[in-house]
């Protein structure tokens, strides 16, 4: 098994920025990928950026050029800059994980941008 457990969330003006952490443990060496999923309110989960261990990097149209993923591999822990936030940015944002053929997902941390 492997445990995610996202921090760094919180209530952010309009154009700044947030950085969230995503710390891994467990059997950790099963993990091919990991990335980051959103849901706002009434929305269905949708990817924003996912990072595999070959360093290939997937960004959401929505997100690319101002967020930024990033893994430390030698402390299990994913990064996601949020640069420029927007109010359509507010969401509860999901640590996700894969590998070995199972999907693991954190508990989400909120993300909340003023206007």
């Known amino acids: 098994q492997v445990q995610l457990v996202e921090s760094g969330g919180g209530l952010v003006q309009a154009g700044g920025s947030l950085r969230l952490s995503c710390a891994a443990s467990?059997?950790?060496?099963?993990?091919?990928?990991m990335g980051w999923h959103r849901q706002a309110p009434g929305k269905q989960r949708e990817l924003v950026a996912i990072?595999?261990?070959?360093?290939?990097?997937t960004y959401a149209d929505s997100v690319k050029g101002r967020f930024t993923i990033s893994r430390d591999n030698a402390k299990n822990t994913m990064y996601l800059q949020m640069n420029s936030l927007k109010p359509e940015d507010t969401a509860v944002y999901y640590c996700?994980?894969?590998?070995?053929?199972?999907?693991?997902w954190g508990q989400g941390t909120q993300v909340t941008v003023s206007s």
């Open positions: 996700y994980a894969f590998g070995g053929g199972d999907a693991y």
């Open positions: 990072k595999s261990n070959s360093g290939s990097t």
């Open positions: 467990g059997r950790t060496f099963r993990i091919n990928v």
